[in-house]
C-alpha cells in the first residue's frame, strides 16, 4: 500500500520538564495515584501517549493505556465488557470455550472460567487484577495503569447499588498504590471538579500527587512557531516575527489550535484565520450568556475581560454558576491553586468582543 503523504504533520513541543515529573513518578517505589489535569486541549493525552511510547521498549515496565474518551460505558456489564477484552489464542487447536482470554487494559489474561465469574457477579474483579499485577511483579514487571478521562466512569453503579464504581477503583488505587505497592497509576481528566472533589477528600488527598498540564509558554511556543519546517514539515510557507506575535497574542500557547491555525494557512491569510478564531469565540461567550440569568453571566465574564485568571476567593457565592462555566468549557478550575481561568487565550477575546472592549 503507498503511503500516504501529509502537507502539515502534527507535532509534539517540548514537554520535559513534564516527562521529566511523570518519570520521577515511575522511578520511585508505587506510593500515590498521580493526577494530571488541565485546561481543554492543553497536550494531556498527548503527554501521556509520548510516556508511553518512550516506555514501550522499556522491559521493566508493562504500560497500558486506557483512553475513555474512545468507549461508550454506561453500565457495569459495561465496564467489564470494555475493560475485559476478549482475544483468540491461536496456536493451538483447543475448542474456542478454552481458548479464550480476557485481558484488562491488554494486561491481564484470564481464562474464560474468571470471565464467566466475574460476569455471573461470583468474582470480585479487584481480587483478580490484585492476583495478576502480583503475578507481573514475580516476572520482573512493573506494571503501570495510565486511564485518560477517568470521570466518564460517573454514575456507574456496582451490583450492590450502593458503591460506585469509580470510588471502588479508586480505593482500589490507593491500595495498590500507597498500601500494597504493586503498581503505578496516572488518572487524567478534564472535568475540574471531579479533581476538586478528589483533592478535597482528606483521604485521597493524602494518597494522591496532583500535576496541572497547562498550555505551551511564550518561549515554546515561540520555537515552534518559528521552525515550523522541522516540527511540522512544513515548506510551503514560514511565519515571520511579526505574525508569530499575532498567533500568540490570538491563542497563546495552545496546542490545538495553534495547529488548527498552521493547517489552513495554506490557503486563507493569516490575519483573516484569527478574526475568524476571535469572532467564533465571541459567538460561543453569546450563546453561553443567553439564559434567563444573563445578568449574572455577564457579571461572572466581566472579571475575566481583563485577566486570564481569577482567584476562587473572589468569586464567591457563584458555585452553580461557576460550576455551569467550568461545565461549558467556558471556564477552567485548579482546585490545587484556587483559582478560576479562561478556557485559553482565544475565548478571552471572545469576552473582549462580547463587551465591546
Keep these: 500500500m503507498k503511503k500516504r503523504v501529509f502537507k502539515i ?8 520538564q513534564e516527562l521529566r515529573l511523570l518519570r520521577n513518578y515511575l522511578n520511585a517505589q508505587p506510593n500515590s495515584i498521580l493526577f494530571l489535569y488541565g485546561p481543554k486541549s492543553s497536550g494531556k493525552t498527548t503527554l501521556l501517549y509520548r510516556l508511553c511510547d518512550e516506555l514501550e521498549d522499556d522491559k521493566n515496565y508493562e504500560v497500558k493505556f486506557f483512553n475513555l474518551r474512545e468507549t461508550f460505558l454506561d453500565s457495569y456489564e459495561d465496564f467489564l465488557q470494555t475493560f475485559f477484552k476478549t482475544g483468540n489464542d491461536t496456536e493451538n487447536s483447543l475448542k474456542m470455550s478454552t481458548k479464550r482470554q480476557y485481558s484488562m487494559f491488554g494486561l491481564f489474561k484470564l481464562d474464560a472460567v474468571v470471565e464467566r465469574m466475574l460476569k455471573g457477579k461470583n468474582e470480585d474483579p479487584f481480587v483478580v487484577m490484585k492476583m495478576e499485577f ?3 511483579i514475580k516476572k520482573g514487571r512493573r506494571p503501570l495503569i ?12 456496582l451490583p450492590e447499588k450502593q458503591k460506585t464504581l469509580i470510588t471502588e477503583l479508586m480505593n482500589f488505587f490507593v491500595a495498590m498504590t500507597k498500601e500494597s505497592h504493586l503498581c503505578h497509576v496516572i488518572i487524567a481528566s478534564s472535568d475540574a471538579f471531579f479533581i476538586e472533589e478528589v483533592y478535597n477528600d482528606s483521604k485521597l488527598r493524602k494518597t494522591s500527587a496532583f500535576q496541572n498540564l497547562d498550555y505551551l509558554t511564550y518561549p515554546d511556543a515561540v520555537e515552534w512557531l518559528s521552525h515550523i519546517n522541522r516540527y511540522n514539515e512544513v515548506t510551503a510557507f514560514s511565519l515571520n516575527e511579526k505574525e508569530i506575535e499575532l498567533i500568540w497574542d490570538t491563542v497563546g500557547g495552545s496546542p490545538w489550535e495553534i495547529q488548527y491555525i498552521l493547517e489552513r494557512l495554506f490557503e486563507i491569510p493569516l490575519t483573516e484565520i484569527l478574526d475568524k478564531i476571535k469572532k467564533e469565540r465571541a459567538a460561543m461567550v453569546t450563546d453561553w450568556v443567553d439564559y434567563e440569568d444573563r445578568p449574572l453571566r455577564e457579571e461572572l465574564l466581566g472579571h475575566f475581560i481583563d485577566n486570564s485568571c481569577v482567584m476562587h476567593s473572589e468569586l464567591m457565592g457563584r458555585r452553580h454558576l461557576l460550576g455551569q462555566a467550568v461545565s461549558d468549557n467556558i471556564l477552567f478550575f485548579d482546585p490545587v491553586e484556587g483559582v478560576f481561568g479562561v478556557q485559553g487565550k482565544s475565548l478571552q477575546w471572545g469576552i473582549k468582543r462580547y463587551f465591546g472592549s
Design 134 to 136: 502480583r503475578k507481573f
Design 9 to 16: 504533520k502534527t507535532t509534539f513541543i517540548n514537554r520535559e
Design 146 to 157: 495510565v486511564i485518560d478521562e477517568f470521570h466518564k466512569l460517573k454514575g456507574i453503579y
